[in-house]
């Protein structure tokens, strides 16, 4: 196929039927190994994901992990067990200062508020970058990543975004892309926040300063935030529910449930306004539970109105089944994705399970004509393939991480004034009707040391 010269990339890859699957297409620069095995460091070792993180990456023929960072002496110490020849460090910049020339690619599996300073240091270091959910933890670090993105096309990026392997959701994707229930009305998003007893601090329990465990070095856990003492329902794992740290239920599950919209529709670039309700504001923990609409301008033919919203919630606070026009029941999950269109409603749930509904009737969605064979997709060996330039399906490249990571943390942030539009302006990080907003919850003071560079 000739590339038409006046046709933008993504419309290239629409094109060529690739667009807003987050395909990295053979041929597309990556980075050159020749015989040599991609090159890995692991940073934030076990955790809640890290740990897996490592082990599938590691599973690949062509990878190997040859460097380990973690603020954790013990997680360190355990994972070195499995990888006795990677070098070890506790401070992410010390890995880049004094071992860069050692590894080809970098894992983030760090808290949320550490993403962005670790990643965009890769990505200046010219490293391939597998990054965990959320992508970013402020509004301004999305733009970081975009311009860094933009000026090293030659990496290969992917957010922890493994349901996305299953083949009821990339089914959906591909019924959205081809129009065939109609133009899109509107989307009913939701997640049940699982994990609530060790993952999240839904009760708000402020527990005393106390020393911090001699394995952990906390001055380096906290990073770019700012200085605090150490608190035992903060560290290891409930920082998740603290503004300062986390995303919160809605931030935490995002790219889980409203990746596919995105796949979906490439219209869907920036939202035009956000408002989150709450019970109460966010002070140092997130507010629980929240439902927040987020709304797009579009102009296209494949959407019923000129605008389109996002109602997402937590708390699995799900829509009125009558009021879609759908028979009493139950939603088969907790975390769900539906979308609305004039000639029918797509149903998925997080693990991949596809309806389509049409005049209160269902069908399944993986039965739908026109669907291609979806093989076998393991998400963190995709990585590394199209690092080695081999042709295989990358779900989801930061460039798709930004847009679902926006909406996301839009809705999070905006629980900080609960109740009130915020209309948002991407271009000049703003929000154009709330200059309160601007200044408090659009970006955040790093810690000296710890601000992410600027590449690109």
């Known amino acids: 196929m000739t590339r038409n010269p006046k046709l933008s990339r993504r419309e290239f890859l629409h094109s060529t039927g690739a667009a807003g699957l987050g395909l990295t297409l053979a041929g597309m620069p990556t980075r050159g190994l020749g015989d040599g095995k991609v090159r890995v460091l692991s940073i934030g070792v076990i955790g809640t994901i890290g740990g897996h993180d490592r082990s599938q990456v590691a599973s690949h023929p062509d990878a190997e992990i040859v460097g380990l960072c ?85 990496l290969v990026t992917q957010v922890g975004n493994q349901r996305m392997v299953y083949p009821g959701r990339r089914a959906a994707v591909e019924i959205l892309r081809s129009g065939a229930l109609g133009k899109a009305i509107e989307a009913h998003v939701w997640t049940g926040a699982p994990n609530p007893g060790s993952y999240f601090n839904f009760e708000r329990v402020i527990s005393e300063p106390t020393e911090p465990p001699a394995d952990l070095d906390w001055d380096l856990w906290l990073g770019p935030a700012a200085e605090q003492p150490y608190r035992e329902l903060l560290a290891p794992v409930q920082w998740r529910s603290w503004w300062d740290f986390g995303t919160g239920g809605l931030g935490d599950w995002g790219v889980h449930v409203l990746d596919v919209i995105f796949f979906g529709f490439d219209e869907l670039v920036s939202p035009i306004a956000v408002q989150t309700f709450a019970p109460y504001a966010a002070d140092e923990f997130h507010p629980y539970p929240c439902s927040s609409t987020i709304t797009y301008a579009v102009d296209s033919e494949r959407f019923a109105r000129h605008h389109f919203p996002i109602h997402y919630r937590d708390r699995s606070q799900a829509p009125s089944r009558a009021s879609l026009g759908l028979p009493a029941g139950d939603w088969p999950d907790s975390n769900m994705t539906i979308i609305v269109h004039e000639g029918g409603i797509l149903a998925l749930t997080a693990g991949g399970r596809l309806e389509v509904w049409r005049d209160g009737v269902m069908t399944d969605g993986m039965a739908m004509p026109g669907l291609p064979e979806f093989p076998g997709l393991n998400h963190w060996h995709a990585w590394v393939d199209n690092i080695v330039g081999r042709d295989t399906e990358l779900r989801t490249p930061f460039a798709d991480g930004v847009r679902i990571t926006e909406a996301a943390l839009l809705a999070v942030k905006a629980a900080r004034f609960p109740n009130q539009e915020l209309r948002w302006d991407r271009a000049s990080l703003s929000f154009t009707n709330h200059s309160e907003a601007t200044d408090t919850i659009v970006r955040r003071e790093y810690r000296s040391g710890f601000a992410p560079p600027e590449v690109g």
């Open 70 to 154: 973690d603020v954790d002496a013990g997680a360190l110490a355990r994972a070195s067990e499995d990888h006795p020849d990677a070098f070890t460090c506790k401070d992410y910049r010390e890995a880049f200062e004094l071992h860069a020339d050692k590894f080809d690619a970098v894992l983030v599996a760090t808290p949320d508020h550490s993403h962005a300073p670790i990643a965009l240091t890769a990505l200046a270091h010219d490293k391939h970058v597998y990054g965990q959910k959320p992508l970013v933890h402020q509004l301004e670090e999305l733009s970081l990543i975009q311009r860094a993105i933009e000026a090293k096309p030659q």
